[in-house]
Structure formats: structure tokens, C-alpha cells
């Protein structure tokens, strides 16, 4: 069984992770999820725990119950795809300045030998900042692949890019790489 890990940051898009969570794991593939502690303001980990059947990381510090492992390693040493959905501008930022200072971010610097799928989710004045355009050009030269943001009304009543990618889009994009490897 293929394992995807999903990383999820705290955007209005959460529910359509948890859309991308339920539709991998029906498809056969192993989800474990990681969420920030801003995602989990939109959405509790219940939820994704639910869909995948896995639980779900959000502590970097936490005490093990039966099975001791460094789990930001452990969990990036198991995947065969990582993707970010959705990722925030902070995300993005912070992939790009190499800061690792929470379970989503540690795991993503501590991942080596699996491609990186980074689908942005936001208003549109953040997406078109140019600090975040900058991120994810330098980020797409070192490697890390970008599913394009669409046009769209957004949550927050703006019509612009910047809207996180159709599920259909990531499942496509996700199963085509996985079924190549
Ligand atoms: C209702 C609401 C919706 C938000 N939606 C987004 C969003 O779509 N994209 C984004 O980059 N930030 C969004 N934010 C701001 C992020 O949650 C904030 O920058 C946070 O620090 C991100 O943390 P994280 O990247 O660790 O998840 C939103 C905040 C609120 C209150």
C-alpha cells in the first residue's frame, strides 16, 4: 500500500483536505495527516483520524503510548508523496526560509527522498504579495512542485487566484506521480 502524507495548514480550505483525506484513503492508499494548530481552529483532528483511519499528528512534543518513534521522522521516512493542502501563505514561507518550528514544518524539513506537492490556498492579495510569489519560485527551483491555484470567488467575498485547487485536480496530479513510481 502506497503512503500518502497529507500536511494541512490553517486555511477556510481545511474542508476540502478532508474531502482529499476521505477520497486517498477510499482509493487504497495509507493517509497519515499532520495539521497545524491553526488547521485544527477550522477543523479537529477527529476528522481526518475518521476518514483515514490513522491517527493524526499535531503535537511536536508529545509522550508515546506503546510505540516509541521520532514521529517528524518516522512519518516522513514512510511517505511515498507529502502533500500540502492547503498551504498557507505562513507555510510557504516558512518552507522557504527553512524554519522547522512545528510538527507540519519539522516533517516537511526532515523529508529527503519524497516529492513535495504544495497546493496554496488564500486571498488574493496574499497570493499575488510578492514575498509569497518569490517563495514559490525559489521553492519550485530547488524541487518542490506547486498544484496551481485557480480563479474563483474566495471565502472571504473577493473573486481572484488564489483558491486552493480542485480535489479532483490534486487526486489526479497525486495519482498519476504515484502510479509512475
Ligand atoms: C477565517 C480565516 C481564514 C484564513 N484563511 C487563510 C487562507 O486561506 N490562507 C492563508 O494563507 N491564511 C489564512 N488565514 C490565516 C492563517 O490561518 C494564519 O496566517 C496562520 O498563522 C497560519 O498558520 P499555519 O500556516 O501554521 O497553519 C486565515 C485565517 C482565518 C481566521
Request: aromatic share 6%; net charge negative.
Amino acid at each position: 500500500m502506497k503512503n500518502v502524507l497529507l500536511c494541512v495548514t490553517g486555511s477556510i480550505a481545511v474542508y476540502k483536505a478532508a474531502e482529499l483525506a476521505n477520497r486517498l484513503t477510499k482509493a487504497g492508499y495509507n493517509v497519515d495527516t499532520v495539521m497545524t494548530r491553526s488547521a485544527e481552529e477550522f477543523v479537529t483532528p477527529l476528522t481526518f483520524q475518521t476518514l483515514t483511519g490513522n491517527k493524526v499528528h499535531t503535537a511536536m512534543f508529545e509522550l508515546y503510548d506503546i510505540d516509541p518513534q521520532v514521529e517528524h521522522i518516522s512519518l516522513g521516512k514512510k511517505a511515498d508523496v507529502c502533500i500540502v493542502a492547503p498551504a498557507t501563505a505562513n507555510i510557504i514561507g516558512k518552507i522557504a526560509a527553512g524554519i522547522a518550528d512545528d510538527m507540519v514544518s519539522t516533517v516537511i524539513m526532515a523529508l529527503d527522498h519524497a516529492p513535495i506537492y504544495i497546493c496554496p490556498a488564500m486571498n488574493t492579495k496574499m497570493y499575488i504579495n510578492p514575498i509569497v510569489q518569490k517563495n514559490i519560485k525559489d521553492l519550485s527551483a530547488l524541487g518542490y512542485r506547486f498544484i496551481e491555484s485557480r480563479e474563483s470567488r474566495l471565502a472571504c467575498g473577493d473573486v481572484g487566484i488564489g483558491a486552493m485547487a480542485n480535489v479532483e485536480d490534486i487526486i489526479n496530479t497525486i495519482e498519476t506521480y504515484l502510479q509512475g513510481m
